[in-house]
């Protein structure tokens, strides 16, 4: 697995990510439609249209999660323990259908766990990106990383 290990963080570390996904109207109507989420600002073009916006939003939560699913295979892949919490979360820009999103994310902290030797804690900024390069969404996040060898 890629992932990285608790060892291999490093405080300050920016990791540039390769992968980049375009976002069709299928995956914001697909997501939207699967989290039971009605807002007709992500999925009525007629309503939106009238709004400030003029055109349908993503839902806030697909560019959440597209944003840390990018992140996966150059951090956590195959060595993550599991998410412990998300904060300081913002959109500050919209994303829109069609908008490329590419991502970077920086390593705020790590620390090994004082009650489980085989782990620690590792506390990341992710930050997302429209092609224009408009900070699209960040949120810093916390994950049980295991410890290499362990």
């Not at 300050?12 to 069709?24: M, Y």
């Not at 429209?130 to 290499?148: F, I, P, S």
Request: with cysteine; glycine share 8%; charged share 20%.
């Amino acid at each position: 697995m890629p992932g990285l290990y608790l060892d291999e963080f490093t405080p300050g570390k920016v990791i540039h990510h390769t992968l980049t996904k375009s976002v069709t109207e299928s995956d914001n109507m697909l997501f939207s439609v699967m989290t039971l989420n009605p807002q007709p600002l992500h999925i009525d073009f007629d309503f939106a249209a009238k709004s400030e916006w003029g055109k349908p939003l993503v839902n806030s939560l697909f560019t959440l999660g597209l944003m840390i699913g990018i992140s996966v295979h150059d951090t956590t892949l195959g060595t993550t323990i599991g998410n412990l919490g998300m904060t300081e979360t913002v959109f500050p820009h919209p994303v829109f259908h069609g908008d490329t999103i590419h991502v970077e994310t920086e390593v705020k902290s790590v620390r090994a766990s004082k009650s489980k030797p085989d782990r620690g804690i590792v506390e990341f900024e992710h930050r997302a990106y429209n092609q224009d390069n408009l900070l699209v969404a960040r949120c810093v996040r916390q994950a049980m990383m295991k410890k290499k060898g362990a």
